[in-house]
Structure formats: structure tokens, C-alpha cells
């Protein structure tokens, strides 16, 4: 039930954002395969749950970066940027 209701979550995030076109025609927002499968504890016990990947292709022009990119060689390593 909950893979359901994940994968209508993206489906309509998706469909909202169907308009978005770059130059060449083609969609900006589109699903990306999975990523991948991970256990979470839930009132019933742990279950097995898979989150759907969704990539938002920005046009060039638009200025906008990619988050692996405007995020310092140091983001998510714990104590890094500590001096």
C-alpha cells in the first residue's frame, strides 16, 4: 500500500509538471529508474520499501545548478569542514 501511494505521489508530481519542455522538445521532469531498496521500521514491523527516482532536467539558460555540483567537495562527510 505504501509503494502505491509513493509511486501515485510521483506520477502526479510528474503529470503537473509535464508543460516544462527544453529546446530540443523534451521533458525536463521524467522518472529515473529506482533507488535503491532500503528497510524501514514501521507500527507493523520492518518493511521493505523502494522510492522511485525522478530527474528534473533545469534548460541551460535557466542559471539553476546541479546539486552535486553546488555542494562542496566536503557536504555529508561529518567533521570535514571542521578546522
Known sequence: ???????AEVAAW???HAHLKD?????QVVR???LPERTI???LGPIEVQ?????D???PASGRR??????PPTCGRPGAWRS
Open 23 to 27: 529546446e530540443a522538445g523534451h521533458q
Open 41 to 43: 521500521q514501521t507500527g
Open 57 to 59: 532536467r533545469p534548460p
Open 51 to 55: 522510492q522511485p527516482r525522478v530527474r
Open 14 to 16: 510528474i503529470a503537473d
Open 66 to 71: 546541479s546539486p552535486r555540483r553546488s555542494c
Open 32 to 34: 529515473n529508474g529506482y
Open 1 to 7: 500500500m505504501l509503494a502505491q501511494a509513493i509511486e
